[in-house]
Nanobody, 117 residues
Framework: QVHLVESGGGLVQSGGSLSLSCAAT????????MSWHRQAPGKERELVAT???????NTADSVKGRFTISRDNAKNTVSLQMTDLKPEDTAVYYC???????????WGQGTQVTVSS
C-alpha cells in the first residue's frame, strides 16, 4: 500500500527556517518524480519545487533562493529545506509522487506551515 507521510511543519517567525520531510513506502521511489506543493486558505494548490529522477530540480519563482528540494533514494525520502520564511509561505504543504508514463500519482496528507510576522 502506498503511503506518503510528511513531517516537519510547524509555527515559525518570519525570517526563520523549517525543514520538511516526506517518507515514501509502497512503491519504487527512484522511479518517481517527487515534488512539494502548497495550498494556502482560499487559494489553489501550487507547485513549490520538483526533483526529477536524475536529481535535477525546479523551484517556483516565489521561493527561488530560499527553498531547496532534495531526495534520498536509499531512504525513500524527499525533503524541502525552507529558509527566510515569509508570512505568505503559510500553507499546508503536500508531498507528491508521480510516474507520468505509468499514470501513477500519489499525495501525502499534508503538513501545516505557519509563518508569523
Amino acid at each position: 500500500q502506498v503511503h506518503l507521510v510528511e513531517s516537519g511543519g510547524g509555527l515559525v517567525q518570519s525570517g526563520g527556517s523549517l525543514s520538511l520531510s516526506c517518507a515514501a513506502t509502497g512503491f519504487t521511489f527512484s522511479n518517481y518524480v517527487m515534488s512539494w506543493h502548497r495550498q494556502a486558505p482560499g487559494k489553489e494548490r501550487e507547485l513549490v519545487a520538483t526533483i526529477f529522477r536524475s536529481g535535477g530540480t525546479n523551484t517556483a519563482d516565489s521561493v527561488k533562493g530560499r527553498f531547496t528540494i532534495s531526495r534520498d533514494n536509499a531512504k525513500n525520502t524527499v525533503s524541502l529545506q525552507m529558509t527566510d520564511l515569509k508570512p505568505e509561505d503559510t500553507a499546508v504543504y503536500y508531498c507528491n509522487a508521480e510516474w507520468t508514463s505509468m499514470s501513477k500519482n500519489y499525495w501525502g496528507q499534508g503538513t501545516q506551515v505557519t509563518v508569523s510576522s
